[in-house]
């Protein structure tokens, strides 16, 4: 960026890393740096330092008063009405003004979202969902996160939170639904995400010490092996059936699918389109929605968070 220009950052944080980046206004990335999170104790002092330390090292450790402005894009509850961050996943902030504190740290404009609804404000933008004014966004990661929107803006719900799609129950507690890390039992995500991915393979596949995270597996998958392949038909057909719901409740006119996940492309997506078309109510009298593959990769949430400033 030429001298004097005023940054423009979206940073997001995931469980274990923090991704930071310079964007202009057409939210092209100019500078990428990535960090580690700290293994130890991870209180919202150190968290913050961390994050002030990625800030002041995109931007070259200029003064951070002279920054456009520092989207944040994080995995949780954000109540944007309130202006709190009400439940952070991986993250110690709970009911916290983490936007207020981090803005008064900074001297500069400071936004925070929910990760998933970032990356659909890129895929809007700058991917997948180009022109359009309805879609629905699926991310599949260790978990699932979602956005839905509406008119051409993302649909928050009453209290900043909707699109949490990947803790809607689908396999009843008492027929076994498996434990979810949220608390409750049968959320999608449980079988429809990166660890759904490995439990599977874990399962059926015991012995197969080389399938035990998403990369190894759809790096199998690609090469053609065929409890790998297995793995991803199973997964695909809880995505298509998780779909089929979001398709009968909102009507989108496209479904995106990102995350981690998403990039085994078509051995993903292949099952979910023939279980979406056998799923959906009243599959032959509509038109079921285009699902592809979101375009803008691992810095969609922070390209999306540095989009919203």
């Known amino acids: ?22 964007v ?3 939210g092209v990335v100019r500078r990428r740096l990535q960090t ?26 200029v003064a951070l008063s002279s920054l456009e402005g520092v989207g944040l894009s994080l995995a949780g509850l954000v109540d944007t009405q309130a202006d709190r961050v009400r439940y952070c996943t991986h993250l110690p902030w709970r009911d916290d003004p983490v936007r207020a504190r981090l803005a008064a740290r900074w001297g500069t404009r400071v936004v ?8 659909a404000v890129a895929e809007h933008r700058l991917g997948a969902a180009q022109g359009l004014d309805s879609f629905v966004l699926v991310t599949l990661g260790t978990g699932i ?59 059926h596949a015991p012995e197969r010490a080389d399938l035990r995270d998403g990369p190894e597996i759809t790096a199998a998958a690609v090469a053609g092996d065929v409890v790998a392949l297995r793995a991803f038909e199973e997964v695909g057909t809880w995505l298509g059936r998780g779909l089929a719901a979001l398709v009968a409740g909102y009507d989108p006119a496209l479904l995106v699918v990102g995350g981690g ?11 979910a389109r ?21 375009e803008c990769g691992p810095e969609a949430g922070a390209v999306g968070a540095a989009l919203l400033l």
């Open 145 to 203: 996160g979602g956005a839905l929107v509406v008119d051409g803006e993302v649909w928050r719900g009453a209290g900043g939170m909707a699109g949490e799609f990947g803790h809607a129950p689908v396999v009843p507690a008492h027929l076994g639904g498996v434990a979810c890390t949220c608390g409750l039992r049968g959320c999608w995500e449980m079988y429809c995400s990166g660890h759904a991915l490995r439990r599977w393979c874990a399962e």
């Open 36 to 61: 580690a999170l700290p293994a130890g104790e991870r209180t919202p002092a150190v968290l913050e330092e961390t994050l002030t330390r990625a800030v002041r090292d995109v931007v070259d450790r």
């Open 24 to 26: 202009d206004e057409g």
């Open 274 to 294: 023939t279980e979406l078309e056998r799923a959906t109510y009243a599959a032959r009298h509509r038109r079921l929605p285009p699902l592809v593959q979101a």
């Open 112 to 119: 925070v979202e929910n990760d998933a609804t970032c990356a």
């Open 261 to 271: 996940v998403s990039a085994a492309g078509d051995l993903l997506l292949d099952p």
């Open 1 to 22: 960026m030429h001298a004097g220009a005023r940054a423009r950052v979206g940073v997001d944080v995931g469980g274990t890393k923090v991704l930071a980046v310079v």
